[in-house]
């Protein structure tokens, strides 16, 4: 099975700065001469999980442009430009691209 | 809109069963696969099972292979996680899912004696 890393595995940052996640996959998301299936999720204190970005940089519908995904073969990242009360929580990257798929241990985003 | 909504969960005892069920609107299942993640109680989210829109093409996560099944009803619109031989830890959150948004708010299993 592919294992995703992700670091740090908490984070903690000021209202109005930047933040970064890394996310590692231990085999190639990349399909030849196609997408590369790389997805980022949030879940928030006490909610259900919402996902941010597929594909590695492509925002799901209403995710704000502060957030966005890099990357390629196995390193990726995302970033929160500037990080707002409402982005608490749970970030994980998730591997869609060889079955099983499998997410990431998480990294805790909190303020500072 | 998309809408999914877990039932079905509940308290069963080691090496019982329970059979959560996922029912969707605002989109049809015989042209769309599903998921089902799990997150234990202050754990990470976990993929358990997918099935595609055909309703042959399973997949399974190691730690349920050969005690979980999935299946679908496309008349009902609905999905179904068969859980056999539970364990303590399958006890967690279990959502039917498309990956996309929105998520369901998912259903409780919890296996204690």
């Known amino acids: 099975d592919v294992v995703m890393t992700q670091s740090p595995r908490s984070l903690s940052v000021s209202l109005g700065q930047p933040a970064s996640i890394s996310c590692r996959s231990s085999?190639?998301?990349?399909?030849?001469?196609?997408?590369?299936?790389l997805s980022w999720f949030h879940q928030g204190p006490g909610q259900s999980p919402r996902r941010l970005i597929n594909k590695v940089s492509i925002r799901d519908s209403g995710v704000p442009d502060r957030f966005s995904g890099s990357g390629s073969g196995t390193d990726f990242t995302l970033k929160i430009s500037r990080v707002e009360a409402e982005d608490v929580g749970v970030y994980y990257c998730?591997?869609?691209?060889?079955?099983?798929?499998?997410f990431g241990p998480g990294t805790k985003v909190d303020i500072k | 809109q998309v809408q999914l909504v877990e039932s079905g969960g509940g308290v069963v005892k080691p090496g019982g069963s329970l059979r959560l069920s996922c029912a969707a609107s605002?989109?049809?299942?015989?042209?769309?696969?599903l998921h089902w993640v799990r997150q234990a109680p202050g754990k990470g989210l976990e993929w358990v099972a997918f099935i595609r829109f055909d309703g042959i093409t399973k997949y399974y996560g190691d730690s349920v292979k050969g005690r979980f099944t999935v299946s679908k009803d496309n008349s009902q619109n609905m999905v179904f996680l068969q859980m056999n031989s539970l364990r303590p830890e399958d006890t967690a959150i279990y959502y039917c899912?498309?990956?996309?948004?929105?998520w369901g708010q998912g259903t409780l299993v919890t296996v204690s004696s």
């Open positions: 605002g989109f049809s299942l015989s042209n769309s696969g």
């Open positions: 998730m591997q869609g691209a060889h079955w099983p798929f499998t």
């Open positions: 899912a498309k990956l996309g948004n929105p």
């Open positions: 085999q190639s998301l990349a399909y030849t001469d196609g997408p590369t299936y």
